[in-house]
């Protein structure tokens, strides 16, 4: 763990930064005496959200939901507090961002822990030889989130046969949310949540607001390309397909799934920022943005969400009051 | 004296005619009166509906389960959906003394060409004015330069050094 502090506008803001579920944790509060409990409270969370959400631990809620697909399974009630904020994203976003793509995404590739698969892309040829040479024709159940089943007075879950849920599109940044919000309510001081990218904040900020730097990849640094913004609440959030990329048979693969294709988005859009209420919010905009192709754009104005798309090309649009970025950031962009 | 009818006759047929009526509002009744029942019946026992738009396409595996009550799902406090919400107030600016306006940025291969991305809203200007009372005045983040305008608070301000090392960076992950 890394942990630095500044005072800013009289108190002084904290920042510790580890890694858990697989991606970064950084977390800052505006009261540096608090930094042991921020980060018990945080990681009491995370904890938490990994054994009820994760697909790859066999031991989670959602591992054995996706087991017993076809059956009624009890489950703790936070995966059914998180497999309702995933069907509310998916039926806000009308579809675009699915809960019952795992199988989909499973397909693509991406059927372990991501540090697993860069370890194994790191080594030429034991990823592709793992799949066949040949054109393969796979036959699944194409079933949506209508068809999830949940029971909230016993806290029991159904989905279909052949159906497996993946909540990676909207659980991280919940999580965000709850770390940010009880972190506030336990110790009173403004924080702020980043997990992988995905950034949630509670309480007053710092003056000047929380500063936040937005690129396309969370781990490039503040150095990256990109344009840096202040928020001063709420939640902000960046979905990009040039991350969490793997070849599958010499096709480029990433982890964001159009529903209606079931394989990873072919679109307009490089990375997607968007700032919102919350976390959960802002990171269902950004995944649907991708997945909308072009009509994000008349979508997040529709929403009135300050957004930021990037074209594969680098051409920047800002959308909603997200601010224009100075010449030498858009031109930054562009090198990308 | 009533003289027997003849099984062939106008008031057999007429006799006949108006049974038939009757027993065709009957049906026509019951159906409708059934037909109500059953949708009635089949909708509050049909289960897994999380959402009101529920399809048909998780009818097929429940044909054959026990029902799963969902009674409370709609009652729930964000459920179903409102639209997704937008900040208080929009994104600000940083100050140009942050780290992705220093010279380190490579930036040569930008051509013109990509540099005039179309313009979808004016910055800034169109930001909805939502903020709430409680929020602070938005400020830019900046070291205290000759140049640069002070920050509205008397408080220190951080230094551009020590903030980059507070910067929180949202990228894909």
New interface residues.
């Given amino acids: 763990m890394s942990s ?1 502090t ?5 108190s002084e ?1 904290a ?1 510790l930064s580890w890694e858990a579920l697989g ?2 944790v ?1 977390v ?1 509060i505006t009261e540096r005496e608090s930094s042991a409990r921020a980060r018990k409270v945080v990681e009491r969370e995370l904890d938490a959200i990994d054994r009820a959400c994760s697909r790859f631990r066999a031991d989670s809620e959602l591992s054995r939901v996706n087991r017993c697909a ?3 399974v009890e489950v703790d009630p936070l995966l059914i507090g998180a497999l ?1 904020v995933a ?2 994203a998916a ?2 976003s009308n579809g675009d961002v699915d809960p019952t793509l795992g199988s989909a995404l499973v397909l693509a590739g991406y059927d372990r822990d991501w540090k697993q698969i860069a370890d194994v892309d790191s080594r030429p040829g034991d990823r592709q030889d793992a799949w066949p040479a040949r054109p393969e024709v796979v036959a699944r159940t194409i ?2 989130w ?9 806290s ?1 879950v ?1 989905i ?2 052949g159906v497996q849920l993946d909540l990676g599109a909207t659980a ?1 940044a919940w999580v965000a949310d709850r770390a940010a919000a009880a972190i506030h309510r336990n110790l009173g001081c403004g924080a ?1 949540v ?6 949630a904040t509670a309480g ?2 710092p ?38 990329c793997w070849l599958r048979n010499g096709v480029n693969m990433h982890h964001i799934i159009d529903p209606a294709t079931r394989a990873p988005v072919r679109g307009r859009w490089r ?1 997607a ?1 968007v ?4 976390c959960t ?1 802002a990171n ?2 950004t995944t649907a943005a991708l997945v909308r192709n072009r009509y994000a ?1 008349e979508w997040l ?1 529709k ?4 957004a930021r798309l990037v ?1 594969h ?12 970025a ?7 962009g ?2 990308r | 004296m009533r003289l027997p009818t003849h099984p062939y006759s106008s008031q057999a047929r007429d006799a006949a005619m108006r049974r038939l009526r009757r027993a065709n509002r009957w049906t026509v009744a019951l159906s409708a009166a059934l037909t109500g029942l059953l949708t009635a019946v089949t909708g509050n026992a049909s ?5 009101k ?3 048909g ?2 009818a ?3 044909r054959n ?2 029902p ?6 709609h009652q ?1 406090d ?4 409102h ?12 100050r ?1 003394n ?5 010279p ?8 013109e060409a ?8 004016p ?2 200007a ?3 004015s939502r ?1 709430s009372s ?3 005045k ?4 900046s070291a205290p330069a000759p140049e640069a305008p002070a ?1 509205p ?1 008397s ?5 551009a050094s ?12």
Avoid at chain 1, 194 to 199: A, E, I, P, Q
Avoid at chain 1, 313 to 324: C, K, T
Avoid at chain 2, 68 to 73: A, K, P, V, W
Wanted: hydrophobic share 35%; charged share 20%.
């Fill in positions: 630095t500044a005072t800013t506008g009289g803001l920042t991606t970064s950084v800052q076809g059956r009624i309702r069907l509310r039926e806000c079933a949506g209508q068809t999830v089943e949940i029971d909230l007075e016993r029991r159904r279909p046969r991280k702020l980043c997990l992988g990218g995905d950034v007053l900020p003056a000047g607001g929380w500063c936040i730097h937005v690129t396309d990849d969370h781990r490039a640094g503040p150095r990256a390309p990109g344009q840096t913004v202040t928020i001063m609440s709420g939640g902000l959030a960046t979905s990009s397909v040039a991350v969490r990375t920022s700032a919102a209420a919350d919010d269902t905009a754009v104005k929403l009135g969400l300050p074209e090309g680098g051409a920047i649009h800002e959308l909603g009051g997200w601010p224009a100075p010449r030498e950031d858009r031109q930054a562009c090198t | 289960i897994g509906k999380t959402h738009t529920a399809s396409l998780g097929a595996s429940r389960a026990p799963i009550h969902h009674s409370m799902l729930a964000r459920y179903p959906s639209p997704l919400l937008a900040p208080q107030q929009a994104p600000q600016p940083a140009s942050s780290p992705e306006a220093e380190s940025q490579p930036s040569s291969a930008a051509s990509t540099l005039s991305p179309t313009r979808e809203a910055p800034e169109a930001a909805p903020q409680l929020t602070p938005p400020t830019h983040v920050l608070k408080a220190p301000t951080p230094s020590r903030l980059k090392r507070h910067l929180i960076v949202s990228g894909g992950s």
